[in-house]
T-cell receptor
Framework: DQQVKQNSPSLSVQEGRISILNCDYTNSMFDYFLWYKKYPAEGPTFLISISSIKDKNEDGRFTVFLNKSAKHLSLHIVPSQPGDSAVYFCAARSLGGANNLFFGTGTRLTVIP | DADVTQTPRNRITKTGKRIMLECSQTKGHDRMYWYRQDPGLGLRLIYYSFDVKDINKGEISDGYSVSRQAQAKFSLSLESAIPNQTALYFC?????????????FGDGTRLSIL
C-alpha cells in the first residue's frame, strides 16, 4: 500500500511562474519529509526537507509547506526555470524508524521557456 | 568524481544468472541503502546497512542479498535472476550524525533480465 502519494504524474508551467508540486501521505508516524529532483540517467538529488515540527522551510527559490492535519506537503518553486524540468519525488521517514525513506511515484515537471 | 558510484551502469543478463551490483562511496557515511525503481512506482527499499556488521532487510528483500565489505562498499546480489527483477537500482548513503540526514544517491544501474 502506497504510504506516500503524488497524484499528479505531470505538470507544465511557464518559465517565471510558480510551480506547485503536491504530496499526500497516510502514515501519521512520518516525522521527516524530503523532496528529491531527478534528471534522466542520473540518481535522485536531494533538494529540500522539512521536519514535522515545522510547517514551512525555504531555500532560495524552493519552499516546502507541511500541513500535518491534512497529511499533505507541497513544494513551491518560484520563479520556475527551464533547468527545473525534471521528475520530483516526495519522500518521508517514520519516527523511530531506521532512516528508511518511503517514496512517492514522482511528478514530471516541465518548465516551458 | 561522483561521491556515490554504482557499477555497472547498465547490465543485460539471462534468467537464472547470478548478478552483483556494486556501490562505493567517498562521503565517509556509515549508512548505505539499496533501492529499486519500477516504472510508475517510487523507489522501494531492498536492504540497508548502518555499519559493516549491521545488515537489515527492507520492504522488498526477497530474491536479493547484500554484502557490506567495508564502510565504503555495499554490494547487492541477485542469486538467480528472474525477469520481474528488471528495474533501475539505486544505492544511497546517509550520515549518522545528529538531526535529520538526507540520503544521497548514486546514478543507478539499469538491469534487464531476459
Amino acid at each position: 500500500d502506497q504510504q506516500v502519494k503524488q497524484n499528479s504524474p505531470s505538470l507544465s508551467v511557464q518559465e517565471g511562474r510558480i510551480s506547485i508540486l503536491n504530496c499526500d501521505y497516510t502514515n501519521s508516524m512520518f516525522d521527516y519529509f524530503l523532496w528529491y529532483k531527478k534528471y534522466p540517467a542520473e540518481g535522485p538529488t536531494f533538494l529540500i526537507s522539512i521536519s514535522s515540527i515545522k510547517d514551512k522551510n525555504e531555500d532560495g527559490r524552493f519552499t516546502v509547506f507541511l500541513n500535518k492535519s491534512a497529511k499533505h506537503l507541497s513544494l513551491h518553486i518560484v520563479p520556475s526555470q527551464p533547468g527545473d524540468s525534471a521528475v520530483y519525488f516526495c519522500a518521508a521517514r517514520s519516527l523511530g524508524g531506521a532512516n528508511n525513506l518511503f517514496f512517492g511515484t514522482g511528478t514530471r515537471l516541465t518548465v516551458i521557456p | 568524481d561522483a561521491d556515490v558510484t554504482q557499477t555497472p551502469r547498465n547490465r543485460i543478463t539471462k534468467t537464472g544468472k547470478r548478478i552483483m551490483l556494486e556501490c562505493s562511496q567517498t562521503k565517509g557515511h556509515d549508512r548505505m541503502y539499496w533501492y529499486r525503481q519500477d516504472p510508475g512506482l517510487g523507489l522501494r527499499l531492498i536492504y540497508y546497512s548502518f555499519d559493516v556488521k549491521d545488515i537489515n532487510k527492507g520492504e522488498i528483500s526477497d530474491g536479493y542479498s547484500v554484502s557490506r565489505q567495508a564502510q565504503a562498499k555495499f554490494s547487492l546480489s541477485l542469486e538467480s535472476a528472474i525477469p520481474n527483477q528488471t528495474a533501475l537500482y539505486f544505492c544511497a548513503t546517509s550520515d549518522q550524525g545528529q538531526g535529520n540526514q538526507p540520503q544521497h544517491f548514486g546514478d543507478g544501474t539499469r538491469l534487464s533480465i531476459l
